[in-house]
């Protein structure tokens, strides 16, 4: 089994900066089968985006609506996972989420933590 664990979302103003962490926990099975973790966002009415991710082997991906703003990154260990925010607009206010894909077993997702950008 796994589980995440998100931290760092909150209210910031527009131009402001803010980073997220995930870290994931668990079985040692379970943790090992991990091969990406990332960041998608959901704003209510709107479907969930994929805002980056990072494989185990360090290659990211960002959508275009974030590259050159965010930066995806590991910390010490592969399981936890940091999300840089800079430039923030109100456009980028929603619930951010979490998520692991997993060698052989179900995708594991957050609970979800609250970004909120003021103009």
């Known amino acids: 089994q796994v589980h995440l664990e998100e931290s760092g979302g909150g209210f910031v103003q527009s131009g402001g900066s803010l980073t997220l962490s995930c870290a994931a926990s668990?079985?040692?099975?379970?943790?090992?089968?991990?091969?990406?973790m990332g960041w998608f966002r959901q704003v209510p009415g709107k479907e969930r985006e994929l805002v980056a991710s990072?494989?185990?082997?360090?290659?990211?991906t960002y959508s275009n609506s974030v590259k050159g703003r965010f930066t995806l990154f590991r910390g010490g260990k592969k399981s936890t996972v940091f999300l840089q925010m800079n430039s923030l607009t109100p456009e980028d206010t929603a619930v951010y989420y979490c998520?692991?894909?997993?060698?052989?077993?179900?995708?594991?997702w957050g609970q979800g933590t609250q970004v909120t950008v003021s103009s």
């Open positions: 668990g079985t040692i099975s379970g943790v090992t089968s991990i091969d990406l």
């Open positions: 998520y692991a894909e997993r060698a052989s077993a179900a995708d594991v």
């Open positions: 990072i494989t185990y082997e360090g290659t990211t």
